[in-house]
């Protein structure tokens, strides 16, 4: 769960739904807070500023007790602040390792200020991929996805916020290792190629034993 960037893009999503995007953060912790109580099975009545719901009971229920695990994307200190008070993981797109720890430490710090156990949540690293030992054509890739993918107005900001790799097998492990040094625990991996599943053998066979 992520509350998005100050960008047109994301600006413009929150105007065609109506809702306030200066007030974002405080409709997904309402939103958030009720979906929790509606996976626990009992009827659910909540009545917030934005939303109320009166006795309300969900069926059928999450497979896993108490509903899935709630990962939130989070950089600005409000959000991170929001992962130690709500969520069960961290699934952040950091462009390095020094921001990923630099963000970690300010989780960790207000997870001490509520005494909760920073052990307690996943670390999951977004990133973006191209794997190729012919690291021209990776870019070109890499640059041929991302502007169809977000558009020109919006390339240069994720380019510069979202972590992303491009080029040889060594290349793309040492760029994961260095994450796994800051503590990150998983990757979720984006390819981008049009090609995709060429890049997941590669990653699978070139890339991930370079991990271990």
């Known amino acids: 769960i992520g509350i998005g960037p100050r960008s047109p893009a994301v600006m413009a999503e929150y105007a ?44 059928p229920l999450p497979a896993r007790p108490g509903g899935p695990p709630v990962l ?17 993981g961290w699934l952040p797109i950091s462009p390095t390792p020094e921001s990923f720890a630099r963000d970690w430490e300010a989780i960790v710090n207000a997870c001490r200020a509520i005494q909760r156990d920073p052990a307690t949540l996943s670390r999951i ?56 040094a800051a503590g990150v625990q998983h990757f979720c991996v984006r390819f981008a190629a049009a090609a995709q599943e060429p890049q997941m053998e590669r990653f699978l066979s070139e890339v991930l034993p370079g991990l271990s």
């Open 125 to 180: 690293l977004y990133t973006t991929l191209n794997v190729n030992q012919d690291e021209a054509q990776a870019e070109r890739e890499m640059e041929e996805f991302l502007l169809a993918y977000y558009g020109p107005q919006q390339k240069p900001m994720i380019v510069q916020h979202q972590g992303h790799c491009a080029g040889s097998p060594e290349k793309c492990a040492a760029f994961l290792r260095g994450f796994a």
């Open 72 to 88: 939130m994307a989070a950089a600005a200190d409000p959000a991170l602040r929001r992962v130690a008070r709500l969520a069960d």
């Open 16 to 59: 065609a739904c109506g809702a306030d995007f200066h007030r974002r953060g405080a409709l997904l912790e309402e939103g958030l807070r009720i979906m929790k109580a509606l996976w626990t099975g009992q009827p659910c009545s909540f009545t917030g500023e934005f939303y109320r719901v009166e006795q309300v009971r969900l069926h």
